[in-house]
């Protein structure tokens, strides 16, 4: 895969190449920045009880390395998406989501804010409390519900077999067979015709034909009978009809789902049986 190819946003990639190309490079190089910041002084530890007051929070060099990732892994989730037949938009779809409850997330904090500073003030209990934090339950199961979808959708399913909209198959499979009435079957090859061995034809002893006076031969004689040793009209064909299901199948057979019909009774048979009875 060249560099190209690595930003681009067309064609299809198999889940190998999307680990091993996008998810473990990232993952590595954001690794890397945040040990820089640290062993740099860029960033406060983890564990650290207290932050100094002139150190960085901000962590430059993640942030750098976060920025310049976002392109690529863009362009191996919607190449992924590509792989199962589904267009890239599902990602917008995605951030459109994240980003709507984002906004409802934020007016509900600042309504429960709000109602906080009421009670404070006036001792009186806000009454969209419980309601803000179901609607923030609910969009945040939303959004996760979203994000799982997409995880498991590019990062464990195999794409679809054989080329699609999107392009070809990467793991390069053929897809099913393509098979059109009134034609052979794909994949189907005419036998390989051979010529019949020259044994069974011999030529003529020497000396013949003989003198003249002596008696000629026929004509063409000694010569091998013609069409010899190819192959016979239609060899290699398939039959007519090959492939066709035959006549009158799936059709149910004459009198099929119709009453017996109905004769008069000549009484019991040796067998003992009796009328049938008709229920209306």
Do not use: C
Not at 17 to 37: C, E, K, Q, R
Not at 50 to 58: E, G, H
């Amino acid at each position: 895969m060249t560099i190209g190819q690595w930003f681009s946003f067309r064609g299809r990639i198999g889940r190998k190449t999307f680990w091993l190309g996008y998810v473990v490079p990232i993952f590595v190089a954001s690794i890397v920045a945040n040990a820089l910041d640290l062993a740099l002084g860029l960033a406060p530890e983890v564990m650290a009880d207290a932050v100094p007051a002139d150190a960085m929070s901000v962590a430059p060099i993640s942030g750098v390395v976060s920025l310049l990732s976002l392109w690529p892994m863009l362009a191996g989730t919607i190449k992924r998406l590509h792989d199962r037949n589904r267009t890239g938009w599902w990602i917008g779809a995605f951030y459109l989501v994240s980003a709507a409850v984002g906004v409802i997330a934020f007016a509900m904090l600042a309504g429960v804010l709000v109602g906080m500073y009421e009670m404070r003030r006036d001792g009186v209990a806000p009454e969209l409390a419980p309601a803000a934090i179901l609607v923030l339950l609910a969009a945040g199961l939303v959004v996760l519900g979203f994000a799982l979808w997409l995880f498991i959708e590019t990062g464990f399913l195999r794409g679809t077999l054989g080329p699609n909209r999107f392009g070809p198959d990467p793991l390069g499979g053929a897809g099913g067979p393509q098979w059109q009435p009134g034609t052979p079957p794909q994949g189907w090859q005419p036998p390989q015709w051979q010529p019949p061995p020259q044994q069974g034809w011999q030529a003529p002893p020497q000396g013949w034909p003989p003198q003249q006076g002596q008696g000629a031969p026929p004509p063409g004689y000694g010569a091998p009978p013609p069409g010899y040793g190819q192959p016979p009209p239609g060899y290699g064909q398939p039959p007519p009809g090959y492939g066709q299901p035959p006549p009158g199948y799936g059709q149910p057979s004459p009198g099929y789902g119709q009453p017996p019909p109905q004769g008069p009774w000549t009484g019991p048979g040796r067998g003992g049986s009796v009328p049938p009875v008709r229920r209306d």
